[in-house]
C-alpha cells in the first residue's frame, strides 16, 4: 500500500496566469538549489503547456530571466521522442527554440537524450549519462533539484504510457518504450527516478485534462492504466501547477488560488 501523499495545487484563472506561476516557480526552485549546494540539475518535459513558459523564462523583458544563475544549471529531458534533434516531434528542439539558444548555456550544460540512436541503445547512453554526471554508484538514483512533468488525457506522464512495459520497470533508470497508439518509440525516465526527486510537479492546462486530473488524484488506484499515479515523491510531497479549466472537477481552490489534499 502506498504511503499517504501530500497533494499541492495551484489554480490559475487563465493561461497567462499559469505561465507566470509557472515561470516564478522554476526560477525560485533554481534559486533555492543554487543556494543549497552551488548548482541546479532540472529535468524537463515537452508538450505544448511548457513552451510558453520557456520562452518566458529566456524573455530579456521579464523579471525570470535575471533571476536564474544560468552558468549554474543543469538541464536533463524526463522524455523524448525517438527522432533527430532537429526534428519537429523532437523535445529537445522546442526546449531549444524556445529557451535554450536565447540565454548563456554552454553545451556541457544540457544532457539530452539521443532520440536519433536506436531505441535501447539510446536509453542505456542516458542511463551512462546520468550515471556519469551525477556520479551515482551501484544501484543509486539520480536525485534532481527539480522535475516538470505533464499529463496527457490518456493519463500518462512522461513517457510512461498506459499497458507498457514501462509502467513495470524499476530497475533501470532510463527506458525505451513503445507507444501503442503512435506505435512510436520513445526515451523515458522511469517512475523510481522521478519520484526520488525532491521537488517534482505537473504543469497543465485545458478542459481536455480535468476527468483524467480527477480519475488520477481521487478515483481508483490503477497505475497500469493511469501511469501518472505512479508518481508519489518519496519525500511525500507532490505539486500540481494548473489552470482553472484543467482542476474544474477538484476541490476548489481558497481565496489563495492553492489546495492541500492527503491521498492514501
Not at 520562452?55 to 529531458?77: S, T, V
Not at 544532457?111 to 536506436?118: I, K, S, W, Y
Not at 497505475?223 to 501547477?241: A, D, F, K, W, Y
Request: charged share 25%; hydrophobic share 40%.
Amino acid at each position: 500500500m502506498p504511503q499517504p501523499l501530500k497533494l499541492v495545487y495551484y489554480v490559475e484563472s487563465d493561461a497567462a496566469a499559469l505561465q507566470r506561476r509557472a515561470a516564478q516557480y522554476f526560477a525560485d526552485s533554481i534559486q533555492s538549489a543554487v543556494a543549497r549546494r552551488g548548482r541546479a540539475r532540472i529535468a524537463v518535459s515537452g508538450g505544448s503547456t511548457p513552451k510558453p513558459v520557456f520562452a518566458a523564462l529566456a524573455d530579456p523583458g521579464q523579471e525570470w530571466r535575471g533571476k536564474i544563475p544560468w552558468d549554474r544549471l543543469d538541464i536533463y529531458w524526463v522524455d523524448e521522442r525517438c527522432v533527430p534533434p532537429n526534428d519537429s516531434a523532437s523535445n529537445f528542439r522546442m526546449t531549444r527554440e524556445a529557451l535554450l539558444d536565447r540565454v548563456p548555456l554552454e553545451a556541457g550544460q544540457l544532457h539530452r537524450m539521443e532520440g536519433e540512436l536506436e531505441p535501447e541503445v539510446a536509453a542505456s547512453r542516458y542511463e551512462s549519462e546520468l550515471r556519469n554526471s551525477f556520479r551515482l554508484e551501484g544501484a543509486e538514483s539520480p536525485h534532481f533539484d527539480l522535475i516538470q512533468l505533464g499529463m496527457g488525457a490518456d493519463g500518462h506522464t512522461a513517457s510512461l504510457f498506459p499497458h507498457t512495459s514501462a509502467v513495470f520497470e524499476f530497475g533501470r533508470l532510463v527506458v525505451a518504450n513503445r507507444t501503442q497508439a503512435e506505435q512510436a518509440w520513445r526515451l523515458t525516465l522511469t517512475a523510481q527516478v522521478i519520484n526520488q526527486g525532491p521537488n517534482v510537479f505537473f504543469l497543465i492546462s485545458g478542459g481536455d485534462k480535468a476527468e483524467v486530473l480527477r480519475e488520477v488524484f481521487l478515483g481508483t488506484r490503477d497505475p497500469e492504466r493511469l501511469p501518472s499515479q505512479l508518481i508519489r515523491p518519496v519525500n511525500g510531497i507532490l505539486t500540481l501547477l494548473l489552470d482553472k479549466a484543467a482542476a474544474a472537477l477538484l476541490p476548489a481552490p481558497d481565496g489563495n488560488g492553492r489546495v492541500e489534499l492527503t491521498l492514501r
